[in-house]
């Protein structure tokens, strides 16, 4: 079962104190022609926070110049979301996964990376 369908009480959200999720961000903008680099944003846990909703968080919160395809199907059909990701917690080291169909959990810490080899066009945003 997809956490999505998980049923969410922002109620109990409220009552834990849950450790903060920490997400290392690889921005890129080829049109400076500088290094890529690492930006790191550290977002408070809630209920039904996957990959893709922490990307969302930060754009609407914290930094409205990280580029990535805001846009997704929710389910994991689509593909739009793809990104490549460390994730300590599973061990995983540069998996490519469909952010929207991928939970974090409280205290995760995250590297995300654009999903393809192909030419970024910026930060996590790739040209199919």
Not at 23 to 50: C, H, K, M, W
Not at 77 to 89: A, F, K
């Amino acid at each position: 079962m997809s956490h999505i369908l998980h049923p969410y009480t922002e109620e109990l959200d409220e009552l834990q104190d849950y450790p903060p999720v920490t997400l290392d961000l690889i921005r890129f903008n080829p049109a400076t022609g500088e290094d890529s680099s690492v930006q790191r944003y550290v977002i408070p846990y809630r209920r039904r926070l996957s990959i893709f909703t922490a990307l969302r968080e930060i754009y609407e919160l914290q930094d409205p110049t990280i580029a990535f395809r805001n846009q997704q199907c929710g389910r994991g059909i689509c593909g739009t979301c793809r990104v490549r990701v460390d994730l300590d917690r599973l061990n995983w080291i540069n998996k490519s996964v469909k952010s929207c169909t991928i939970p974090i959990e409280p205290g995760d810490h995250l590297v995300v990376r654009p999903a393809y080899q192909k030419r970024v066009v910026r930060d996590i945003v790739v040209d199919f």
